[in-house]
């Protein structure tokens, strides 16, 4: 009996070592393929990051400044590439983008034609469609959602003028064009008050 004792203690230790290295070993592995996971988030994060810099022109930049200055029934023409009158204040940027093709209706309004409309219409889609298929990775978690949220932050700066076109995508759509962004910008809104609130200690 003592014998049969002894010869169960140690099948059973052995029964429970060999199930605590099993354990050590699943644990390591879950932890490496974790490690892989995030690493290769951050590598995809910064692989997106050299394509947006490589897409981003000067044209498409001038562009985007100009609509950014519209009001939603300016946007609204030139989506639908309608001659459009703009405020003479934005001459520098047009200047820049159609050379010595301006035409002045007056001395405080400029008058954009189907063909510049057109133009200008082109470059914020452009844009806005590889904003889209970048914050598609952002929003399934393809990339390091952190790493992207703070590059892109300042896409949605309203105090610098900045709302990712607002007005355009409305005209283009919205949320049933773009999801991926406004669901990017609602998420900088609820973090940016989420952070106002906590550094106010408002309960």
Same mark, same amino acid.
């Given at each position: 009996m003592v014998v049969s004792y002894e010869f169960c203690t140690d099948a059973s #230790?052995? /029964?429970w070592a060999a199930g605590v290295f099993? $354990? /050590?070993q699943l644990y390591l592995s879950k932890k490496q393929i974790t490690a892989d996971h995030e690493r290769s988030r951050r590598e995809r994060s910064v692989d997106i990051l050299i394509e947006w810099s490589k897409n981003l022109k000067k044209e498409g930049s001038l562009a985007r400044k100009i609509i950014e200055c #519209? *009001?939603?029934d300016q946007c609204r023409d030139i989506f639908n590439q309608r001659e459009v009158k703009v405020a003479k204040k934005h001459q520098i940027l047009l200047d820049q983008l159609f050379p010595s093709t301006i035409e002045q209706v !007056? $001395? !405080? @309004? &400029?008058?954009l034609t189907e063909a510049q409309s057109t133009e200008l219409r082109w470059h914020a889609i452009t844009y806005l469609n590889a904003l889209e298929f970048t914050l598609v990775a952002w929003q399934? *978690? @393809?990339v390091d959602r952190e790493i &992207?949220? @703070?590059q892109f932050s300042y896409l949605f700066s309203p105090a610098d003028g900045h709302e990712v076109l607002k007005h355009f995508r409305k005209a283009a759509g919205g949320e049933d064009s773009f999801p991926a962004i406004e669901l990017f910008t609602a998420h900088l809104i609820d973090k940016r008050k989420n952070q106002l609130i906590k550094k106010l200690n408002v309960a």
């Amino acid at each position: 009996m003592v014998v049969s004792y002894e010869f169960c203690t140690d099948a059973s #230790l052995h /029964a429970w070592a060999a199930g605590v290295f099993r $354990g /050590a070993q699943l644990y390591l592995s879950k932890k490496q393929i974790t490690a892989d996971h995030e690493r290769s988030r951050r590598e995809r994060s910064v692989d997106i990051l050299i394509e947006w810099s490589k897409n981003l022109k000067k044209e498409g930049s001038l562009a985007r400044k100009i609509i950014e200055c #519209l *009001s939603e029934d300016q946007c609204r023409d030139i989506f639908n590439q309608r001659e459009v009158k703009v405020a003479k204040k934005h001459q520098i940027l047009l200047d820049q983008l159609f050379p010595s093709t301006i035409e002045q209706v !007056d $001395g !405080d @309004v &400029i008058q954009l034609t189907e063909a510049q409309s057109t133009e200008l219409r082109w470059h914020a889609i452009t844009y806005l469609n590889a904003l889209e298929f970048t914050l598609v990775a952002w929003q399934y *978690s @393809v990339v390091d959602r952190e790493i &992207i949220e @703070v590059q892109f932050s300042y896409l949605f700066s309203p105090a610098d003028g900045h709302e990712v076109l607002k007005h355009f995508r409305k005209a283009a759509g919205g949320e049933d064009s773009f999801p991926a962004i406004e669901l990017f910008t609602a998420h900088l809104i609820d973090k940016r008050k989420n952070q106002l609130i906590k550094k106010l200690n408002v309960a």
